[in-house]
């Protein structure tokens, strides 16, 4: 069964500090991972990795895909109150047909 | 572009009452899918269509029926609802490109809640 698993379920931390969002994923024949932000709407999309892009970065954040231990990581550095929110990371199934979500890291950054 | 668009935004029903969530949009995306979000839950894949005229469950497909008449709607009903499917309901669409994901993009959303 495809399962993706992300750490830990919540975090509270202050401005300024770095932050690591952790997502373990057990799925055959794996295709890609995706990390979205979800605010008090629906979420948005913020990195997809792949075989062929295992690093991506946009500003404060950025993402690393290891395939060999199945596993990726979402760093934000200098966080802001604006980061607050829920991020979600998804991966592919095997038949290509759906996208199976974590349940997701709660972030709050307090000022 | 609208991007992907729901209505209602929100919806109150009593057990038992069926309804309809719309679902539409306007990038000719061949992929769409729905989904529901409960607390702590993340987002558990309903429905989904890879195209007009097919459609298949996902892992929650209980209680709910889909079709796909056309590439830019996808409308989810719920034949008979009941309390357990109090849920923010989101309809997402992305470009079928084989087994390498691209981008999905997510509807605004629809809190249902059954009382």
């Known amino acids: 069964e495809d399962k993706v698993v992300q750490s830990p379920l919540s975090l509270v931390v202050h401005e300024g500090d770095t932050v690591t969002l952790n997502c373990s994923y057990e799925?055959?024949?794996?295709?890609?991972l995706l990390w979205y932000k979800q605010e008090k709407k629906a979420p948005t999309f913020l990195f997809m990795l792949?075989?062929?892009?295992i690093e991506k970065k946009s500003g404060r954040l950025s993402s690393i895909l290891d395939k060999k231990e199945l596993f990726s990581i979402l760093n934000i550095t200098a966080t802001q109150t604006g980061d607050s929110a829920v991020y979600l990371c998804?991966?592919?199934?095997?038949?290509?047909?759906?996208?199976?979500f974590g349940k997701g890291t709660t972030l709050s950054v307090s000022s | 572009n609208a991007g992907v668009t729901q209505t209602p935004k929100f919806q109150v029903l009593k057990t038992g009452q069926s309804m309809t969530l719309q679902c539409a949009q306007d990038?000719?995306?061949?992929?769409m899918s729905w989904y529901r979000q409960d607390p702590g839950m993340g987002l558990r894949l309903i429905h989904y269509?890879?195209?007009?005229?097919?459609?298949d469950q996902g892992e929650v497909p209980n209680g709910y029926n889909v079709s796909r008449s056309t590439t830019e709607d996808f409308p989810l009903r719920l034949l008979s609802a009941a309390p357990s499917q109090t849920s923010v309901y989101f309809c997402?669409?992305?470009?079928?490109?084989?087994?390498?994901?691209?981008?999905?993009?997510f509807g605004p959303g629809t809190r249902l809640t059954v009382l």
């Open positions: 799925v055959t024949n794996f295709r890609s």
């Open positions: 269509s890879v195209g007009a005229g097919i459609t």
């Open positions: 998804a991966v592919g199934n095997q038949a290509g047909t759906a996208l199976i």
């Open positions: 997402a669409s992305r470009k079928s490109s084989g087994r390498l994901y691209n981008e999905q993009f």
């Open positions: 792949t075989s062929s892009g």
């Open positions: 990038m000719n995306h061949e992929y």
